[in-house]
């Protein structure tokens, strides 16, 4: 399908860093780029690796959590209600040691929708176990597990999950559904919902039927948010 976004390359000089052949204009469908300083939309791990390997980032994945971790989703929330449904019982389930497998095996797999999930996985870590994939400034002083409620944080990023998928257009739509699929892949395997986790990976329609069943799953109404459009492009 050339309105799926499969890699996004990180560009310098006018060329992917990874080498892939030509100006963006000239790559082939499903491939598009970001700029050096918005590292955390490139999903090219050919990329990423590279500029690990010039040491100018480490391990770019992973940037360093910055105090506000809900500015994605929450433009405005002082003021907003709870956006929780109402299966309040789902709550992380996962051990420090699973997680650090659960990276093992992502990093293992060494595909594209890798860099979100391992990403959000790394900030439930404590320190020590979290070390290995942060930047060398991050230290035991400044670096803070995540220790928000993660079914209050799957309830409160639906609606901008939503707002991205129902917004999609061709050719820009396609990264921010697939951002928000990986998201929800980490969060729902950490709270022990494997099955779930791992079937939303591929997707049509900018997602909205995997949207659908996740709201489901947390005991949302999906009807509030979805326009009931279906389209690739
Ligand atoms: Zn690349």
């Known amino acids: 399908m050339s309105d799926e976004i499969l890699t996004v390359h990180v560009l310098r000089a006018g060329l992917a860093v990874c080498g892939l052949e030509g100006v963006p204009a000239l790559w082939p469908d499903g491939h598009r780029w970001t700029a050096p300083d918005v590292l955390e939309d490139a999903t090219c791990r050919s990329c990423l690796d590279q500029l690990s390997k010039e040491k100018v980032f480490k391990k770019p994945a992973v940037p360093v959590p910055q105090p506000d971790l ?63 994939y942060l930047h060398d400034e991050v230290t035991e002083d400044n670096w803070k597990p995540d220790d928000q409620d993660l079914y209050y944080k799957m309830c409160d990023y639906m609606a ?14 396609g990264l921010s559904a697939g951002r928000s699929l990986s998201h929800y892949s980490c969060w729902l395997w950490l709270a022990g919902n494997e099955e779930l ?37």
Do not use: M
């Open 160 to 173: 901008f999950a939503w707002e991205k998928a129902n917004g999609a257009v061709e050719g820009d739509g």
């Open 197 to 233: 986790a791992e079937s939303i990976r591929e997707y049509e329609f900018y997602g909205k039927p995997h949207l659908r069943t996740i709201c489901e799953f947390l005991g949302l109404d999906a009807d509030q948010w979805d326009d009931g459009e279906r389209k690739n492009g």
């Open 70 to 132: 809900q500015t994605e989703s929450s433009p405005d929330d002082e003021t907003k209600d709870d956006p929780r449904g109402s299966k309040t019982d789902i709550k992380l389930v996962r051990s420090q040691q699973e997680i650090v497998a659960r990276i093992e095996y992502i990093e293992g797999r060494s595909i594209d929708w890798a860099a979100f999930e391992r990403e959000g996985l790394v900030t439930h870590l404590e320190f020590n176990h979290a070390k290995p």
